[in-house]
């Protein structure tokens, strides 16, 4: 079992920088890709990022791409996103995801979920 706890959601203003971090359980961390997966009001879930599980490749959703930056931690048994430049449309709660298959977080269907960190964006 893999348990996934995120943090370092807030309030924060537009042009701002913000860093989401993801502790996750267990001794079979680096085997797992890692990414992460965003839900605004009323949408649907959208892709943001993931990274690999040794780190060597990382995708971005077209619309964070440049602004939004993903790494990882193994000995730490940690993943990051560090996120630059935010606008109020990036406000949603953001879910650390975990799987064995990248596709299937690119595709906002992982096999493991955090309970989200909430980021709010003000203009």
């Known amino acids: 079992q893999v348990q996934l706890v995120e943090s370092g959601g807030g309030l924060v203003q537009a042009g701002d920088s913000l860093i989401l971090s993801c502790a996750v359980s267990g001794r079979t961390f680096s085997r797992y890709a890692m990414g992460w997966i965003r839900q605004a009001p009323g949408k649907e879930r959208e892709f943001v990022a993931a990274i690999g599980s040794r780190g060597l490749n990382t995708y971005y959703a077209d619309s964070m791409k440049g602004r939004f930056t993903i790494s990882r931690d193994n000995a730490k048994n940690t993943v990051y996103l560090q996120m630059n430049s935010l606008k109020p449309e990036d406000t949603a709660v953001y879910y650390c995801?975990?799987?064995?298959?990248?596709?299937?977080?690119?595709?906002?269907?992982?096999?493991?979920w955090g309970q989200g960190t909430q980021v709010t964006v003000s203009s």
């Open positions: 995801a975990a799987d064995f298959s990248m596709g299937n977080i690119t595709t906002s269907r992982p096999e493991y």
